[in-house]
């Protein structure tokens, strides 16, 4: 099946220190690629909806401002954590849909990258 | 707005036993479901989705609208079905297609 990747796997920052994560798909194309975020133990939330050539569009009660999406290219988004605080610390993981189509709207999820802010 | 409910948190069985990992959903539309599942240090991946109506490793789900729920059930569990899995519901077209509300996940564990 198509693959996500994301990097890093894991990041550890400081506090007041911006971060970036990419996703990207690796052998198909991608217009819109999906943010989560999971909290230990918890389930994934929805953060945002990254668009190629477009602004993303985010959940309620996402800081734009704080979570900076970019999707650059059709195969490439990026995350960028402004200003990261401990409360930041999470795992966050990318997807994106299936390139096949048809079939139901299967998405594929990258590996997740463990953000740790000190 | 959509919702997705998992009431167990954890659920252990022997294996050989049946399994039945429940699912409910809330979306005044017609949802896609579908089940994900995480083992031990590796990413999401998709299980089941309600509209192939499909048994993939054993497991099938069943949608029942009436009941707005999506069990996802194994007659004889094995320890490799040892995971995390998730439910998760698509709302259909529009500006929403492709966002997965997840229900908070359950953690099946099968004994030896």
């Known amino acids: 099946g198509a693959v996500v990747s994301q990097h890093p796997s894991w990041v550890i920052c400081k506090s007041g220190t911006s971060v970036k994560i990419e996703c990207r798909s690796l052998?198909?194309?991608?217009?819109?690629m999906f943010w989560y975020r999971q909290f230990p133990k918890q389930s994934l939330m929805l953060m945002a909806t990254?668009?190629?050539?477009?602004?993303?569009?985010?959940e309620q009660g996402v800081e734009k401002d704080k979570f900076l999406i970019n999707h650059a290219s059709l195969t490439l988004s990026t995350l960028t954590v402004t200003s990261a605080h401990p409360e930041d610390s999470s795992f966050y993981i990318c997807?994106?849909?299936?390139?096949?189509?048809?079939?139901?709207?299967?998405?594929?999820f990258g590996p997740g990258t463990r953000l740790t802010v000190l | 707005a959509q919702r997705v409910t998992q009431p167990e948190k954890l659920l252990s069985v022997f294996k050989g036993a049946p399994v039945e990992l429940k699912c409910n959903y809330s979306y005044s539309g017609s949802p896609e479901l579908f089940w994900y599942v995480q083992y031990s240090r590796q990413r999401l991946q998709l299980l089941l989705r309600h509209i192939s109506r499909e048994s993939i490793k054993g497991f099938t789900a069943d949608l029942n609208k009436g009941e707005t729920s999506f069990h996802l059930k194994k007659p004889f569990a094995q320890e490799e079905d040892s995971a995390m899995y998730y439910c998760a519901l698509s709302m259909s077209g529009g500006t929403s297609y492709g966002k997965l509300t997840f229900g908070q996940g359950t953690i099946l564990t099968v004994h030896p």
């Open positions: 997807s994106a849909p299936s390139p096949a189509g048809g079939g139901g709207n299967e998405q594929f």
């Open positions: 052998d198909f194309q991608a217009t819109t």
């Open positions: 990254s668009n190629e050539g477009s602004k993303a569009t985010y």
